[in-house]
């Protein structure tokens, strides 16, 4: 089947030589998806080999053809079988490596070119592990190609820069020390223009080019011309910053010996035409540093982490209020303030590379780190594009360090983040304007002269989402041990969002949302309430979402809620509640119980004398053990039984209910029925009781048959009576309210022993 259909593609497509370009994405496709030319490919027909000689022969054919978009098809389709085929590879790869050397050296159109470039370089990767194509093929050829590359290179409409340096990049990954005679020309047909701002090319291929250039000197020599590469890289942004900031790092001056830079040309001395310049050349530097800190090296290298930080605090040292406005010109100093959202843009870029490859090995900066982030969210408000790299930065630093930092940002990283995610309200807005003052008024109290008008403007929602990103990791990192005020400021903020029916979100900002409650409810505060019960119910309505993504997030949501709540799990932890209310020794409930079916008579007979009531021994005073706490003393007007701290009950029996008694007390009966009555009022009163902090844990514990003594008194059932109690816990919570103070960063370096002092 396989030679069939790849008969059929040779006769009825490869067979014009005006119309093949036009089908060379079907044959593509087509050969891709069914493997025609792949080496494992299994035919019933013997005549497969035949097709694919016939295939090669139309192939070359082609190639010679004098229309240029024909011969760009039939590169096109060498590429294609190179890559699909290591037999058809391995036959004609030196046939089809000179044809294609030919066609870069001569004039040819632009996409001929490329298309050549890279077969040329396909060409050579495959050869590696191959020692007879590597001697034949890629030894004899490889240094012709890279001259090729020069020239195409250096031609001044700049079309080729993109797609040598891409080759060459390859090529000295592979062959390092056949690149070494073309390292100084593409330097200066291609870097340093770039550098200077006259091509575009990718920071990233720049990056990689650099880091590959350094293996020129062999291996042992890497991580020596790395570090010569970086330094000469931060050193070429020092000047330009020079020129910016109109002033030279003292500090770094003092520290370190500048490395000579990168030759760029002149700048006027016109800010107006420099600072343009000059902006875009420490975007473009810095972009390159980030992408040389991001880049696999072949071996292990030293980062210079003092000269990275230096560099970066120069640029965060600039503000506003800072002292060079005092000795700028108004004029300069206003544009230079203008750019400085983007300079910021820039060096986030190069510290969140510096985090990410250096990982631990920036935990000394800790203090730094904070510092910078405190400024950058006081500074970033209504930036957009500024406050979503602060919260990159920010949820960056808490997944790399953690608990500690996380207590130096959370108070500020809150404040922020529910600011950013608080819901736009609408406001009445007048449509009265431009009348005077006494027909204004007059107006006003006219019905329909105040409309709602449009909702405040909100948050984008980018921001939004970088927002709830770092809200999410601090939570992960931080949750545990946040400070009530702010974490239920947090959790409120979240829950309004999702609980708010008139909040048209998107689908990705309320998957943010679920996936916060998600994070929130895995890392409860063992002294604060968890928002677990509003999780649940968030979950289950979230079940029958519109999108397939947020039912599979509310879904895993509730799954985890389930496990919370899990009757073999441990149970959730909660603050700490009132004392439970104390229990009867089981030897005491037994005899109040056997006791029950005692049946109380009284005579009632008018004539005799008034008997007082027979007590029964249910409702006598039972002591049971209680608490440590002080004796009260007993009230002048009552008995000598105590009253506080009591918890009454009414113990029921079966026995036939007491007549109303018809006689007239007397005048000392009286008085023991007005002490019981005062004594009953002293009940409905709500008792209050301070635990001291000492015996928080106590209380918190089981009762058992010996930790309590109490007295139990008769009732009235219809005499309500509440218990409670309030624990007094001094915490810090000063700290959770008002604003939060913006430290100086302080360039002296990582933090010692000294500082923490």
């Known amino acids: 089947m396989a030679a069939l259909q790849l008969n059929r593609l040779l006769s009825d497509y490869l067979s014009d030589e005006s119309s093949v370009h036009v089908n060379v994405p079907f044959i593509t496709e087509t050969i891709i998806n069914n493997d025609l030319l792949n080496d494992q490919q299994k035919d019933d027909h013997s005549d497969l080999g035949a097709v694919k000689r016939k295939w090669t022969v139309r192939l070359n054919a082609l190639l010679q053809s004098r229309q240029p978009l024909a011969r760009w098809a039939a590169i096109s389709l060498v590429k294609l079988t190179c890559e699909q085929s290591s037999s058809l590879y391995t036959a004609n790869a030196q046939t089809w490596c000179a044809q294609c050397l030919g066609f870069l050296a001569r004039p040819e159109q632009p996409t001929v070119h490329d298309i050549v470039i890279k077969t040329l370089s396909l060409i050579f990767v495959k050869s590696v592990g191959k020692p007879d194509l590597l001697t034949e093929v890629t030894n004899k050829n490889l240094s012709r190609f890279h001259q090729l590359l020069v020239t195409l290179a250096s031609r001044p409409d700049h079309q080729f820069q993109t797609t040598a340096l891409n080759a060459l990049t390859i090529d000295m990954e592979l062959f390092p020390s056949t690149t070494r005679h073309v390292m100084d020309k593409i330097t200066k047909s291609c870097i340093i223009p770039y550098l200077e701002g006259s091509i575009h090319i990718d920071s990233e291929l720049v990056g990689r080019y650099l880091v590959a250039s350094t293996r020129s000197g062999g291996k042992a020599n890497i991580a020596t011309q790395w570090n010569e590469m970086l330094l000469k890289l931060v050193d070429t942004t020092h000047q330009a910053l020079d020129r910016l900031f109109d002033t030279i790092d003292e500090e770094d001056s003092a520290s370190f010996s500048r490395t000579p830079g990168y030759q760029l040309f002149a700048l006027s001395v016109d800010y107006t035409m420099s600072f343009p310049v000059l902006l875009q050349r420490v975007q473009t530097l810095m972009n390159v540093v980030s992408a040389c800190l991001t880049t696999k090296t072949e071996s292990t290298v030293a980062v210079p982490f003092a000269r990275i930080i230096q560099l970066v605090c120069r640029v965060y040292n600039v503000f506003p209020g800072c002292a060079m406005r005092e000795f700028k010109p ?349 004594e009953a009022q002293v009940i409905e009163t709500v008792v209050t009781t301070t635990v001291d902090s000492k015996d928080t844990e106590m209380l918190s514990r089981q009762p058992t048959e010996n930790s309590f003594t109490t007295t139990i008194d008769r009732q009235d059932s219809a005499t309500p009576t509440t218990a409670f109690t309030t624990i007094n816990d001094n915490d810090d919570n000063e700290d959770d309210e008002g604003s939060f103070d913006i430290p100086d960063i302080d360039m002296a370096g990582p933090d010692d022993d000294e500082d923490e002092e």
Do not use: W
């Open 330 to 678: 108004k004029d300069e100093h206003t544009c230079l303030m203008g750019l400085l959202p983007a300079l910021y843009l820039s060096t986030n870029k190069v510290l969140s590379s510096l985090l990410y490859c250096a990982d631990a090995g920036m935990t000394q900066y800790g203090k730094l780190l904070s510092s910078i982030l405190l400024r950058l969210l006081s500074e970033s408000k209504n930036k957009r594009s500024l406050r979503i790299s602060v919260y990159e930065l920010l949820s960056l630093c808490l997944e790399q360090y953690g608990h500690a930092f996380a207590a130096n940002i959370s108070k500020a990283a809150v404040q922020c983040v529910c600011d950013d995610l608080k819901i736009p309200e609408r406001k009445p807005v007048s449509i009265i304007s431009n009348v005077k003052a006494g027909k204004k008024r007059a107006a006003d109290q006219q019905t329909g002269a105040v409309i709602d008008g449009e909702e405040a403007q909100s948050v984008p929602g980018d921001v939004q989402l970088a927002a709830l990103d770092a809200a999410e990791q601090l939570m992960v990192c931080y949750g545990h041990a946040m400070g009530e005020a702010q974490r239920r400021a947090l959790d409120t903020a979240i829950i309004s969002r999702l609980l708010q029916p008139s909040n048209a979100e998107t689908t990705i900002i309320k998957g943010k949302l679920y996936d916060y409650v998600i994070a929130s409810v895995m890392n409860p505060n063992p002294a604060q309430a968890s928002i677990l019960p509003y999780a649940v119910r968030i979950f289950t309505a979230g079940v029958n979402a519109e999108t397939h993504e947020l039912r599979a997030i509310c879904k895993r949501g509730l799954a985890i809620c389930d496990l919370c709540v899990h009757t073999r799990l441990p149970p959730i932890q909660r603050a700490v509640s009132a004392p439970a209310a104390p229990a009867i020794q089981t030897q005491v409930v037994e005899e109040v119980v056997q006791q029950n079916d005692f049946e109380m008579t009284r005579d009632l007979s008018p004539s005799s004398s008034p008997t007082p009531p027979v007590e029964s021994p249910a409702t006598k005073e039972i002591p049971v053990q209680r608490p440590k706490s002080p004796p009260r003393q007993p009230s002048s007007s009552s008995p000598a039984s105590s009253f506080a701290p009591i918890v009454p009950t009414m113990v029921a029996t079966d026995t036939e209910p007491i007549q109303k008694d018809t006689f007239k007390p007397s005048e000392s009966m009286a008085r023991a029925m007005s002490d019981v009555i005062e």
